[in-house]
């Protein structure tokens, strides 16, 4: 009782305050939290970049702290907010989608052990997802004595995970959960990505795609040379895996970074009468080599102890390569992993989570692109709870609200409205 009414009276205070001074007056009293003012995102009041400092482990405080980045978008303390859970780094403010379309406030919370957010990496063992759903849960705990309105977690693919996550580790800390294009595996490399591709898409297509894999290794003395000039233009270095293991990944990846990203049509694949430069520009533009060198992986290294250790990820099927590959006998992302660390992975959490997500989560609003190759591990909805399930035809891994059909976009602005209580209009 005490503690509410402590709580009314800060609300009550800063409801006198103007709204930059209020916001500034909490962020003050705010202990281990630090802040900048910096320019003003359009239709706001106030923006900012904000460090508070964590605990390594939630459950074992004196084990350390690092420090965690946020950005904060203020309106004022009544309206709803929008807390946005980056899966990797946030290198810069911007306001997200959803946050537009509900006209809200918004936090953008940076993940632990990516960017500004990063404690000693070569210590793995707090990087989990359990840690990362308390490094949210404190920070909406925080920012709750001042923010009133409704709390909406949403994120995209990999941010879109987190969210989920933060639902599954505490239920009812939040209003409404909406999960972009997140995918959750339940194996160390999800088994349902080989199947969707062998699916997606006509036959014809799925053809056509590994005939060009093929085409391309087999001009790998022709692509090596055009490939290694590009890469050194750059001065960029492959110690992780080497060069020539770097192409072969370049190629094995083609199908999924295909129907991941739908950045070309099945009719501009090149055929085996292609040139060199044509495929050379064709394979660059769908999967570049260069995010398999050493300075374009180091910022994701966490990703991969995370995923080969909690999250999953996945493999690719060299049977029908296996003629055309000369380095590559085990075709697992695992080789990305550093090499200091060994995974422990344990197939029974992401299982319960899925369990825990289709018979429990409810006000759970998920979107996913019918040929995003992550759709192959979207989560079912089962009825069983109030969650819905938006999957966009022919969308891929950037399928948002705003590219949505008129009737898809309707079922979104129904379903927050009822969420919300208040009418959402999406143009």
């Known amino acids: 009782m005490r503690k509410f009414l402590s709580l009314l009276i800060l609300v009550f205070f800063y409801s ?8 500034e007056e909490f962020l003050t009293s705010v202990k281990g939290l630090t802040y900048e003012k910096i320019e003003t995102m359009g239709g706001y009041e106030s923006s900012y970049k904000i460090f508070i400092e964590q605990p390594l482990d939630h459950d074992n405080p004196g084990v350390g ?3 965690q980045k946020l950005y904060l978008n203020h309106i004022n303390s009544d309206e709803n907010i929008v807390m946005v859970t980056e899966g990797y ?9 959803l946050t537009s379309i509900l006209q809200s406030n918004q936090l953008i919370v940076e993940h632990r052990y990516f960017g500004e957010s990063s404690p000693d990496r070569h210590n793995w063992e707090y990087l989990n997802t359990k840690q990362a ?6 920070i909406v705990d925080i920012f709750h004595d001042y923010f009133t309105g409704k709390w909406i977690t949403s994120g995209i693919s990999k941010g879109g995970q987190t969210t989920l996550f933060l639902k599954y580790y505490f239920p009812d800390l939040v209003d409404i959960s909406v999960p972009y294009v997140a995918p959750i595996n339940i194996m160390q490399e999800e088994p349902r990505i080989h199947l969707f591709l062998e699916m997606v898409g006509t036959k014809e297509c799925r053809d056509k795609i590994k005939s060009f894999q093929r085409l391309a290794l087999s001009r790998r003395d022709e692509l090596l040379p055009m490939l290694k000039a590009f890469t050194d233009s750059l001065q960029y270095t492959y110690n992780t895996m080497g060069f020539e293991t770097a192409f072969e990944y370049q190629v094995l990846e083609y199908p999924f970074s ?3 990203w739908g950045f070309v049509e099945c009719e501009e694949i090149p055929s085996d009468t292609a ?6 520009e064709h394979l660059q533009y769908v999967i570049n080599i260069d995010g398999y060198s050493d300075q374009q992986l180091a910022p994701y290294l966490s990703f991969y102890v995370q995923a080969y250790n909690e999250i999953g990820y996945y493999d690719y099927d060299i049977t029908y390569l296996k003629d055309y590959l000369k380095v590559t006998t085990n075709a697992t992302n695992e080789i990305i992993v550093p090499k200091s660390y060994t995974p422990n992975y344990n197939p029974s959490l992401m299982n319960d989570i899925i369990y825990f997500l289709e018979r429990k989560a409810g006000n759970v609003l998920y979107i996913y692109g019918e040929l995003d190759t992550w759709s192959a591990s979207q989560v079912p909805v089962t009825g069983l709870t109030n969650s819905v399930k938006i999957v966009k035809e022919g969308g891929h891994h950037t399928t948002r609200i705003r590219n949505l059909n008129e009737n898809e976009k309707k079922r979104v602005a129904q379903t927050l409205s009822d969420w919300l209580n208040r009418e959402i209009i999406i143009n």
């Open 16 to 23: 006198l305050l103007p709204a930059n001074t209020a916001i």
């Open 65 to 67: 702290t690092f420090t």
């Open 89 to 97: 780094m946030a290198p810069r403010n911007y306001i997200y989608e």
């Open 133 to 138: 759903a308390q490094d949210h849960k404190r």
């Open 258 to 260: 295909f129907w991941q």
């Open 275 to 280: 040139s060199t430069d044509e495929i050379f």
